[in-house]
């Protein structure tokens, strides 16, 4: 078996990276820190995919030589767990032990390659190289470029260290990392206050959840005896003593594992803006957009779903009770994503709520699978989607970017008829847009498609929310699509020369000239993305990743995909209708919805139930209440300790009176107590 | 009851009669008196007891020497004569109760002890044996004490020229 | 010895040491509080030469204490006497509660 350890350098360099450029990037390298974090990223991503490489084609990642043996036995219980037929088994590259509890208990930190675990560290790294390069041109003339780049590294480095953990615990601190990363770089521009409530609210709500996936790590834990994901998985598995065990125990009716598995989820569903942990997603996209590229679409919001991949034999196997909360999540924040998105009119919220309802589709497409061979169908579609959707969807918000950049502004109002002026972003985001809405041969196709005939196969009522939303999708995206490139704007304000700076609705009058489409470094992420997205769909994933590591042959069912293709083409002509020329007709509609369009613009009232619930029932409720016992019990217990104190010395120190014959008495009658106290009391 | 013991028994009442005489009558001068007589009886007490050296001693260092010296501090301090201020009468309840307190616990230890007396021959204690006794350097002998009293002696009264002394004040 | 037991000389000097107690306790007058300690050590000098006679009739150690108390006696009444002295100059008076710098 090939020594894997030079793993350890994709992680190590963009690590290595931050620090430098977080030392001596604001004063010292200022517009050379692109190129140092650009590089250290390549050099990662160059690395990843040759582990990748070596891992997925050698022979030795496999049990036995012949692939084609597969065993696709549904596996129960820990014996059959470690099967070793023609499956890609998981390999440990490095290993040290960290923080020892006991024995067997501990908390250790090292690189474990498996399936998925290889598939992230390509995305991770591979996207963020995409996201380095297009921040040369994007974040060029920024003061705190060194910064900025030294933030992007953390993050990589955060969500790398979270992928190849093989320990619960490695994750939870990695998952922490990513926390702060994001907040960081959300509140990048700290001096709107905007951006930096969006930046407090994200780590808030997520760490909020993180409360739960800490317990949920505890309750696990210690019923396993482990942190260690293998271990652990084994030791939950139905048939072992520690299953018997954790399923007894019960707390209000449902059972500890059950507990733990749900936690644990919460923890997840909250990184992943699963509803109704959903709310800072949207407020996210103060940031920076390729900082929204990289973080809210193609990464840090995935690691919930990745979390679950790697537990799911324990929510497949042991506890299906917890994998139908995972499901009816996911189905229902997507459903949910999916209206809200029709009514927004940022451009960067469109794609926030988007890809909160791509990240519904891994969810409940988790949800829907089995454990081992065919019925892990919606384990390897969920993976792919998630391959697919970071392709497309950072390729969004990257066009996205391109476009602010020339707009100065989010708008859709703002913008319109952009197609000859940005003809390369133009045809990039064309392409993004048909990957989302599904339409064969680009990648969305293959991956969606897998996920609704896993849906199918096991729960109609969920194939038909994921229908319904793969036609809303296609809807709501063409209609971002034409109302950017294609409605012609206003003629007072028509902008079609390359010369006059633009102004739109509100934008403000730039005092530089007109930089048409960007830079070339903006352009070349788009284009090579352009290319993943369409040529994505032909890797042949089901042959890599599955549910048990053993290859799983796929195929397309043509019948089955007229159902969501047709739907996706009926959208797009809708979105066409409404909104290719520019017409009274989409304000007509929302008028016929009337109240319930107007609440889907304000995202269903949730956000202000939030605050409502905190400000009302949480700060008056407990926080007022703590902070009177806090000054006046706990200040009061102290004050009254040192009146109390002051009190009695005032009192004794009347003994000091200065008066010789008082001083006389008192030695009388400590000499007499003494004579006592020696005569009669010693013995 | 022998003569012996009725003198005894004069003595020790004229002894306490006049201590207590001494410690709360208003007058100072004749507080000092009081304290003369007691130290008086104090002597006779010695003679009685034949220690006549003793008695000797007592008479010349203390009630010739020291009430003397009271006494004549009593003049210089000009508060002869005038009458004294009475303590508050709760530190003089106070104090009589600590007092007789203390004395009844001391007298119940005494009480109860047993004294058991050596036997052996009595050495008469006349001046030839103190000195004998006192001075030599052999055989229980008291020389260094003795040497030692004359330099604290020396050491008390320049102490007490010192603290005294009024320093004129310069250009007079 | 002479028909008085020793526990009765003890009663004496007992009764002596805490009548100058007393007068330590209640006299206002630093020279009085002097002569109640003079009462003080003529007790425990009765004691000395009491317990010579009675229990250690062939030493002489007694007699040699009580000489060297009377001695000592001596040397610290003048030594008070000075220092009373010292005080009536500052404070023009022997009143000893006039005398309570030493306060808190």
Excluded at chain 1, 215 to 240: E, M, N, W
Excluded at chain 2, 94 to 114: E, K, P, Y
Aim: with cysteine; aromatic share 14%.
């Amino acid at each position: 078996m090939s020594n894997y350890s030079y793993t350890a350098w994709i992680l190590l360099l963009p690590l290595a990276s931050f620090v430098i450029l977080g030392l001596f990037g604001r004063r010292y390298i200022r517009t050379a820190s692109g190129i140092i974090g650009t590089l250290a990223m390549l050099a990662s991503t160059i690395l990843s995919f040759y582990a990748a490489y070596s891992y997925f084609s050698s022979g030795s990642a496999i049990g036995s030589a012949v692939l084609s043996t597969a065993h696709p036995a549904i596996l129960t219980g820990p014996a059959a767990f470690s099967a070793t037929h023609g499956a890609y088994q998981s390999i440990t590259a490095l290993h040290y032990v960290w923080l020892p509890f006991s024995t067997g208990m501990s908390i250790d930190m090292g690189v474990i390659l498996d399936p998925i675990s290889v598939m992230m560290i390509v995305i991770v790294s591979f996207v963020s190289l995409m996201v380095h390069i297009f921040s040369l041109g994007y974040m060029k003339g920024e003061p705190r470029f060194g910064t900025y780049y030294a933030f992007l590294s953390l993050f990589t480095f955060s969500m790398l260290g979270l992928v190849v953990s093989g320990n619960i615990f490695q994750t939870y601190m990695f998952w922490e990392g990513v926390g702060v990363s994001s907040y960081l770089l959300i509140g990048f521009y700290f001096d709107k206050p905007s951006a930096v409530a969006a930046a407090k609210k994200a780590f808030i709500v997520t760490r909020f959840a993180d409360l739960g996936f800490l317990v949920g790590i505890l309750i696990l834990s210690f019923y396993a005896g482990t942190l260690d994901f293998s271990t652990l998985i084994a030791r939950l598995l139905p048939g072992s003593p520690y299953f018997a065990h954790i399923t007894t125990a019960s707390f209000l009716g449902i059972s500890v594992l059950t507990w733990g598995l749900t936690l644990v989820f919460i923890g997840g569903a909250g990184k992943s803006a699963m509803f109704p942990l959903h709310i800072w997603l949207p407020d996210a996209m103060e940031g920076p957009t390729p900082v929204s590229a990289l973080i809210h679409a193609a990464t840090m919001v995935v690691a919930g779903v990745y979390l679950v991949a790697r537990l799911f034999p324990l929510f497949a196997l042991s506890d299906p009770g917890a994998l139908q909360v995972v499901t009816w999540t996911g189905a229902f924040s997507a459903l949910l994503a999916a209206v809200i998105a029709c009514t927004q009119t940022d451009i960067k919220r469109v794609l926030a709520f988007s890809t909160m309802s791509q990240i519904g589709y891994m969810m409940f497409a988790l949800g829907v699978s089995g454990y081992g061979g065919e019925s892990g169908l919606g384990y390897m579609a969920s993976m792919f989607h998630l391959f697919t959707h970071a392709f497309f969807k950072s390729l969004l918000f990257l066009g996205a970017g391109a476009i602010i950049h020339l707009v100065h502004s989010n708008e859709i109002s703002d913008m319109g008829g952009l197609r000859k002026l940005m003809p390369v972003t133009h045809v990039c985001f064309l392409i993004a847009c048909l990957a989302i809405a599904g339409i064969p041969p680009f990648s969305g196709f293959f991956s969606k498609e897998e996920i609704l005939t896993a849906a199918w196969h096991s729960n109609k009522g969920v194939y038909t929310i994921g229908l319904l939303v793969s036609g809303l999708t296609a809807f709501y995206m063409f209609r971002l699509y034409f109302s950017i490139f294609w409605k012609k704007p206003v003629p007072s304000t028509a902008a079609h020369t390359t010369s006059s700076s633009p102004t739109g609705h509100g934008a403000p009058t730039s005092d530089h000239a007109a930089h048409g489409e960007g830079t070339l470094t903006m352009k070349v992420p788009l284009i090579i993305l352009a290319a993943c997205t369409v040529l994505a769909g032909f890797v042949p994933f089901s042959k890599w990743v599955t549910s048990d590591g053993a290859p799983l042959a796929t195929h397309i069912d043509i019948v089955f995909s007229i159902a969501p293709v047709m739907l996706a083409l009926i959208g797009i002509g809708v979105a066409a209708a409404l909104y290719q020329k520019e017409s009274g007709r989409p304000e007509k509609i929302a008028g016929v919805f009337g109240g319930f369009y107007r609440a889907a613009y304000r995202k269903f009232y949730i956000d202000e139930l939030y605050l409502f619930v905190t400000k009302k029932i949480i700060f008056n409720g407990i926080g007022r209440p703590a902070a009177w016992i806090d000054k006046n019990i706990v200040d009061g217990l102290m004050n009254g300790v040192a009146s109390v104190t002051a009190k009695i010395s005032a009192a004794i120190k009347g003994f000091q009176s200065g008066k010789i014959q008082n001083y006389t008495l008192y030695f009388f009658a400590g000499i007499a107590g003494l004579a006592v106290l020696f005569i009669y009391l010693w013995k | 009851m022998s003569a012996s013991a009725i003198v005894f028994y004069c003595l020790a009442a004229f002894i306490l009669g006049t201590g207590l005489l001494a410690v709360t009558t208003g007058k100072i001068f004749r507080s000092a008196i009081w304290l003369l007589f007691s130290l008086t009886g104090i002597a006779g007490l010695y003679f009685w007891l034949q220690m006549e050296f003793i008695a000797a001693v007592q008479i010349i260092v203390y009630v010739g020497g020291i009430v003397v010296l009271i006494i004549f501090s009593l003049f210089l301090t000009q508060a002869s004569g005038k009458e004294m201020l009475r303590p508050a009468p709760g530190r003089v309840v106070f104090s009589a109760l600590a007092v007789v307190a203390g004395f009844a616990l001391t007298f119940l230890l005494i009480h109860q002890h047993i004294f058991l007396p050596v036997a052996k021959p009595a050495l008469e204690a006349s001046v030839s044996n103190i000195g004998l006794q006192m001075l030599s350097t052999t055989e229980h002998g008291y020389l260094l004490p003795f040497e030692l009293a004359s330099m604290l002696l020396l050491a008390a009264m320049i102490g007490c020229i010192v603290i005294a002394i009024k320093i004129k004040p310069a250009g007079k | 010895m002479n028909g008085i037991p020793l526990s009765h000389i003890l009663f004496l000097s007992t009764a002596l040491f805490f009548i100058g107690t007393y007068g330590l306790f209640t006299r206002r007058n630093t020279i009085t509080m002097l002569m109640s300690i003079e009462l003080i050590l003529n007790s425990v000098n009765i004691n000395f030469v009491a317990f010579n006679k009675y229990l250690y009739p062939d030493k002489l150690e007694g007699v040699f204490f009580t000489l060297f108390i009377i001695t000592i006696a001596a040397a610290e009444a003048a030594v008070a006497i000075a220092i009373i002295i010292n005080l009536y100059r500052s404070h023009h008076s022997i009143d000893v509660e006039d005398t309570g710098e030493m306060k808190y």
